[in-house]
């Protein structure tokens, strides 16, 4: 059953590795449209041009509601690729007390998006109709641990409580406000399930859908037009 897991993982791992994900910084494109673009006038995204220093420059902030990186977790990332199809995000969360085990934990998560498409509706309004990913986040406290420890009998917790692999899918829809700063205001939601749920789901057939999948809600803002 673990193969199975592990075979899925790889199968998006594989997907995210596709041709396009040349970097984690935003890419030196030139700004206007490509080729690959003006063959799909449906999506406008375009990726802008950064120099130097600026390239280390985040393109967008984020604010997601639960998704398994705390109650709210907020942070910052970078699109690339010729039709900015590639996200990379670094986010902070919190997780009150009375979720934490009596203690207000801190979460930290990296997040990989891929973007296939963006429709536009006009010269305002998109809508990106399906992407996907996966995210690894862990959690504080001495509580969790990365590897079993000594006190319990060999393979007893066979996995890590710490750090958690997570996929996902989703939805946006965003409004471009016509401003210098901001490019793009969008709002998503996120179906997402991590190893263990999936593992619980194979070997207890009695657990249905509703108790593996979980639902994030967010806010993206893309910055910087020039």
Aim: proline share 4%.
């Amino acid at each position: 059953m673990k193969r199975l897991i592990i075979k899925i993982f790889l199968l998006l791992g594989i997907l995210l590795a596709l041709p396009g994900s040349a970097s984690a910084l935003p890419s030196d494109s030139t700004g206007t449209e490509t080729s690959a673009c003006r063959t799909r006038r449906w999506d406008k995204r375009v990726h802008l041009k950064y120099k130097r220093w600026e390239r280390l420059k985040p393109t967008h902030v984020k604010l997601q509601y639960a998704g398994g990186m705390g109650m709210f977790s907020v942070g910052a990332g970078w699109d690339y690729g010729k039709r900015c199809q590639w996200e990379t995000d670094f986010l902070w969360g919190f997780l009150p007390k009375r979720y934490g085990a009596g203690r207000t934990r801190s979460t930290f998560t990296v997040k990989q998006n891929y973007i296939p498409w963006s429709v536009s509706i006009d010269n305002c309004w998109a809508v990106e109709p399906f992407y996907c990913g996966l995210y690894l986040t862990t959690i504080t406290g001495d509580e969790f641990w990365k590897k079993e420890p000594g006190r319990y009998p060999n393979k007893y917790y066979n996995f890590s409580t710490k750090i958690r692999p997570y996929l996902f899918i989703g939805q946006r829809f965003g409004v471009s406000p016509g401003h210098d700063l901001v490019r793009n205001i969008s709002v998503f939601y996120e179906v997402s399930t991590c190893e263990l749920y999936l593992i619980s789901k194979f070997t207890n057939r009695s657990l249905s859908m509703k108790d593996i999948l979980r639902f994030s809600f967010g806010v993206k803002v893309q910055m910087f037009r020039d």
